[in-house]
Structure formats: C-alpha cells, structure tokens
C-alpha cells in the first residue's frame, strides 16, 4: 500500500493514519523534492516521517525532465494545464510505477477544507457582503499578524472585481495565453463569473467542488493512467 506524501497537512493525515489506524508497516510513499528553499519544495515537512517509514521515494522535476517528457505528458492529457503543478504528479506517478498498482491520494481535501490561500480573501468579502465591518477588521488585523503577508488582501480586492477585469487581471498575470484567444472565451469563462464570484465562503467551497476539483481529479487519472495505476482520492 502507498500514499502520495507531501507536506501538507492532507496528505501528513492520510499516511499517518495508514501508519496508526491501519499498523502498515510495509507502507511505500511517493514524493517529489525540489532544491531547498525553492518554491514548492515540501522536503523539510516530508523527511519528518523518516524516522518512521522504511520505502520512501523522491523524484525530482525540473526544467529538463520537462523538456525530456513533454512529448508523452502532452499526449497524456491531450489539452493544455495551466501549471506545471500535473507535470510533478505526473514524475511521482511514474516512481511510483513498479512499487505499486494502487495509490492514495489527498485531492479534495483543499475544496472541502478552505485549503488555498485565497480563501482569505473569500472570507473577507464574506463577511463585507454581510456588512460585518467589526469582524472583517478584527480578522484582517490577525491575518497580518499571524501571517506577515498581504496576499489575503490582495485577494480580497481581486475577488471585488467585476468578472470582466477578474479575467483581465488573471490573464496578464498567467501571460501566455494571447488576448485575441482568451477574450473570444471571455463572455463563457465559469472561473470568473462562478469560482471567484461567490458571496460567502460556504458557496466559493461548493462552487470549488463543481468547477475546480473536477479538473484535478482528471489530471490526476490522466496522470496515473498514464502508468497503468489506480488512483484514489480518499477526500
């Protein structure tokens, strides 16, 4: 059996209750590093459970890897991904490939559980939207504290925009996609009129679920197809 380990809090309680609940000693876990203090390098958090798991694997994307895969990770999603966030899934499927033919995964968890940053800046419209100016004070001054960063506010100015200037905002930030193709799909664009219009916080984690996980879970089958693994997203 073998868990999809990362350092985020998710993945920490799938492979901790394999460890604890289930007593599996022959647990393998599958996880990529990048060069540390890179951005998204989890290594510090992952290496805590050294101690306690024998058959850990690592795989190491980068830039060249990349270049070496595009061909088969191009033809195994067969349309674009915004990041190159599939493409680390992708090399960890692949280690995992020979160890195992099932895998355990944490996808849903961010959804259901008000995971990503932004969702900072989703509350704080929420409690605007229900006039809550005390609050909404009270929770930006310890958002600063706690924190020490202003990507919440940030966000909570970007979620107050009309959808026209979201997507706008959006698409210079990305900067590959070329104008003339991202205004045609403008008027029809489901992220910025659905996923990032919500009112509450209740309503940004349900349209999540509709919207954005289901792009997850298909690079996710994409990915461990790809290899002839079963994934299962246990959230």
Not at 15 to 29: C, E, P, R, S
Not at 137 to 154: K, M
Not at 172 to 178: F, I, N, V, W
């Amino acid at each position: 059996m073998w868990g999809c380990l990362s350092g985020e809090l998710d993945s920490y309680s799938i492979v901790f209750i394999l460890l604890h609940g289930f007593q599996k000693k022959d647990l393998h876990t599958f996880s990529a590093f990048y060069t540390k203090g890179q951005i998204g390098d989890e290594s510090e958090f992952i290496n805590e459970f050294s101690p306690l798991i024998q058959n850990m694997h690592f795989t190491t994307p980068s830039a060249e890897t990349l270049f070496n895969d595009l061909y088969n990770f191009v033809k195994a999603h067969g349309e674009p991904v915004p990041s190159t966030s599939p493409y680390a899934q992708f090399k960890v499927m692949e280690l995992a490939k020979g160890h195992v033919v099932v895998t355990l995964d944490r996808q849903g968890a961010d959804e259901e559980l008000a995971g990503y940053h932004y969702f900072f800046g989703l509350f704080f419209k929420d409690l605007l939207h229900n006039a809550k100016i005390i609050r909404l004070s009270s929770e930006i001054f310890h958002y600063l504290i706690n924190h020490r960063s202003i990507y919440g506010l940030i966000t909570f100015l970007f979620f107050l925009l009309p959808a026209n200037l979201r997507s706008k905002v959006r698409i210079a930030e990305k900067g590959y996609l070329t104008l003339d193709f991202a205004y045609d799909f403008a008027l029809n664009n489901s992220v910025a009129d659905t996923i990032y219009a919500s009112n509450t916080l209740q309503d940004a984690l349900i349209d999540h679920f509709e919207y954005k996980l289901e792009h997850l879970l298909k690079w996710e089958d994409r990915n461990s197809m790809w290899f002839s693994l079963e994934s299962r997203v246990l959230f």
